[in-house]
C-alpha cells in the first residue's frame, strides 16, 4: 500500500522510539526513565545477559502453523509479554495511563497499572473496560489509604494485585540528582481515592513522584493484601530462590522476576541469572514472570526456555509512548509478536509451550 509503513523488527522499533523520545522529552523526564541506581552495572548488565544465552534450534519439526497465544493466571493472551507498571507516564504523554491500558487491550495482553500513576485507577479502567489489568502496589505507611485503594481497585475490576517488594528505600540515581524533575503544570499523582489528582483548594494533597511507602513490610503482609483486595497477589521483584521459596509458602499466585529496571540495588544480579534459580526453586506450584532487558522475540523465547511463563516489558513500551502513542504501543506489541512467531519456527517449536531448557545455553558462567 502506498505510504504504509515497511515492516519493522522490535529492536529496531524500540531503538527508534527512545530516540524520538530523548529528542522530545524534557532532558529531566527522560534521566527518570532511562537512568538506573549507582553507577549504573546493572543497567549495563541486563540486556547482555539475555544474549548470553545461545539458542539451540531444533530442525524438520513442521512449523507451519505457530501461535504465540498462552494463559497465563487465567488471562487468554495473544503472546506472553505483559505491559509492566511505569510510573508517571502522563510525563511522557497527555494521555499516559489510559492510552497504554487501550493500547493493551487492543493487543490482547495484560496493562499493569502503576501506584504511581498520573490517571486514577478507575478512570484507566474506563478508557478500556475490556482489557485485561492488574494493579501494581506500594504499600503506603497508612495502612488504611492503601485499603482504600485496594478497595477501589477490586470494585473497578483489577484482576490481582502486583506487590513491589524491592523498594523498601528509593536508591542513588545519579541522573536523577543531576536533573531534578518536577512535575509540568497539569500533570500530578494520583492518589487512586476517587478524589480530583490536583484538587485547587488542596494542593498538599498530592502525592510527590516518590516516597511514602511502608519499609517495614514482611512477608506476612502478602497475606494482608490478598485479603483486604479480595485478590491474588503477585509478588514483583524477587531475585534469590529463598526468597521464591518464601513467596509460595506466603499464598503468592505467582512471582516476578527483577531488579526494578535496574533502578533500585545496583549490581543486583541481572533477571536472565535470576531467573533459572527462582524457577528451580519455584518447581511449577506458581507462575514465574520475568522482567529486565526483554528486547526482541528472541529474548522472550529466552526467557520461556529457562521456565518463565510470560515476560513484561518496561522502558520499550514507554519509549512508544512518548514517541507515537497508544499507537505506536501497539505496533511495538505487534512487532514482538510477530518476531517471537519467527523465532518459535526457526528453533522448531509451534508453541510456547513446546520451549523448553533444552533450547538455551550459556555462552558464559552466570554471574555471582
Partial sequence: ?????????????????????????????????????????????????????????????????????????????????????????GLVHPEGECAAARAAQAAGTVFCMPTRA???????????????????????????????????????????????????????RPREAGTPLALAPGIAIADHLGEPAHPADAPARVKPLAGGWDAGLTWSDVAWVAETAGLPVI????????????????????????????RQLDGAVPAAVALEEVVGVVGGR??????????????????????????????????ALAAGGEEEITALLEALRDDLSRTLALLGCRSPAELGREHVRRSTPPLG
Wanted: aromatic fraction near 6%; charged fraction near 20%.
Fill in 1 to 89: 500500500m502506498p505510504g504504509a509503513e515497511p515492516p519493522t523488527g522490535p529492536l529496531e522499533r524500540i531503538a527508534r522510539d527512545e530516540a524520538a523520545a530523548r529528542q522530545r522529552l524534557d532532558p529531566a523526564v527522560h534521566g527518570y526513565f532511562a537512568g538506573g541506581a549507582g553507577r549504573e552495572q546493572t543497567l549495563d548488565e541486563v540486556e547482555p545477559q539475555w544474549r548470553a544465552l545461545w539458542l539451540r534450534p531444533r530442525v524438520l519439526r513442521d512449523v507451519r502453523e505457530v501461535s504465540t497465544a498462552v494463559t497465563l493466571l487465567g488471562e487468554t493472551l495473544t503472546a506472553p509479554v505483559v505491559l509492566a507498571p511505569v510510573a508517571a507516564c
Fill in 118 to 172: 498520573t490517571r486514577d485507577l478507575a478512570e484507566v479502567a474506563a478508557a478500556a473496560p475490556t482489557g485485561a489489568r492488574w494493579f501494581q502496589l506500594y504499600v503506603a505507611a497508612d495502612r488504611e489509604l492503601t485499603a482504600r485503594v485496594l478497595a477501589r481497585a477490586a470494585a473497578a475490576g483489577y484482576s490481582r494485585i502486583v506487590l513491589t517488594v524491592d523498594l523498601p528505600v528509593g536508591a542513588w
Fill in 235 to 262: 509478588v514483583k521483584g524477587i531475585l534469590t530462590g529463598e526468597d521464591a521459596r518464601l513467596a509460595v509458602e506466603h499464598g503468592a499466585e505467582a512471582v516476578v522476576v527483577s531488579n526494578h529496571g535496574a
Fill in 286 to 319: 506458581i507462575a514465574v514472570l520475568v522482567d529486565g532487558g526483554i528486547r526482541c522475540g528472541a529474548d522472550i523465547a529466552r526467557a520461556l526456555a529457562l521456565g518463565a511463563d510470560a515476560v513484561m516489558i518496561g522502558r520499550p513500551w514507554l519509549w
